[in-house]
Structure formats: structure tokens, C-alpha cells
Nanobody
């Protein structure tokens, strides 16, 4: 499985950005897709995830502000980020997990929110 992430960039506090991530390869094996982020000197953390059956999970810090969605036909996952805060600044990584529990990672995309 290969993951190609798009989007990210610079936003002001309160602004919005959209991330997308397209999977290729053995996509039939993918169960969960999601986004993680890693800020400088912090551990990578889960932002949001969505299963093939569209069950979603969010970090408490983004609930009500971020929305994850998935197009199974296009093997693509999206992350709509609204009401952005400076603490959302991080490198965001697309993740896919197959039914055997193996993780795949995209290349990471920078999101910077200015105050």
C-alpha cells in the first residue's frame, strides 16, 4: 500500500484547511484510514480515523472542529479542519491499517496555524 497526501499549508487562527490522502496498491486490504500528527518535540498522536464501514474516531482536541470522511471507491480519505488553532500546527501523516493490523504511512504534510 502506498499513500499520497495532499493539502496542508498555512492558515490563520480560525481558518480552515483540507487534507486528502489517496491509497494505491493492495487497497482491498485496507480497513482503517486516518490522520496522525506530530508537533516539534512531541510524540505522534492520532487525530482522526475512519473504518471502511465509516465508523469514525476523533482525538478530544479536534472534536467538533475536524471532520474525517472517506471515499471507498476512490480509496481516498479526507480531513476537513475548521476553526484551526495554533496548537494544531504539526506535520500531519496519513495512515492506513490493513485487516492484519499492519500500518502504512504517507510522507507527511506540514500544517501551520498562525496566531
Amino acid at each position: 500500500v502506498q499513500l499520497q497526501a495532499y493539502g496542508g499549508g498555512l492558515a490563520h487562527t480560525g481558518g480552515s484547511l483540507t487534507l486528502s490522502c489517496a491509497a494505491s496498491g493492495t487497497v482491498f486490504s485496507i480497513d482503517v484510514m486516518g490522520w496522525y500528527r506530530q508537533a516539534p518535540e512531541k510524540q505522534r498522536e492520532l487525530v482522526a480515523s475512519i473504518t471502511r464501514s465509516k465508523s469514525v474516531n476523533y482525538a478530544d482536541s479536534v472534536k467538533g472542529r475536524f471532520t474525517i470522511s472517506r471515499d471507498n471507491a476512490k480509496n481516498t480519505v479526507f480531513l476537513q479542519m475548521n476553526s484551526l488553532k495554533p496548537e494544531d500546527t504539526a506535520v500531519y501523516y496519513c495512515n492506513a491499517r490493513n485487516y492484519a493490523g499492519k500500518d502504512y504511512w504517507g510522507q507527511g504534510t506540514q500544517v501551520t496555524v498562525s496566531s
